[in-house]
């Protein structure tokens, strides 16, 4: 969301037509400036960030189907128990 309305921003401050005397028509207004964060934001997320901390990757297959485990255990059991075991599974409690 963060990302989003940051780039939304920038995006207002593209010159659409520089010979204008309003700067309200001289620059980018809101359907210009959506598109552009949107087509950035796309951009930045569709690349691998290399990082040191995990966090940032992906999750591993074995973390996929530990999840998965948790999600068929979840459909089992009360929603009390469905929270520890889900966390439990997934190795963060």
Not at 6 to 30: K, M, P, T, V, Y
Not at 65 to 80: N, P, Y
Request: net charge neutral; charged share 30%.
């Amino acid at each position: 969301m963060l990302y989003d309305v940051l780039l939304h921003e920038i995006g207002h401050l593209q010159i659409i037509d520089e010979n204008r005397r309003s700067a309200r028509l001289r620059f980018a207004q809101e359907k210009l400036a959506q598109a552009f964060a949107t087509q950035w934001r796309k951009n930045f997320w569709s690349l691998p960030f290399p990082h040191e901390d995990a966090v940032h990757d992906p999750p591993s297959a074995e973390e996929l189907r530990h999840l998965e485990v948790g999600r068929a255990e979840a459909k089992i059991c009360g929603l009390c128990e469905t929270r520890t075991r889900i966390f439990t599974v997934v190795g963060r409690a």
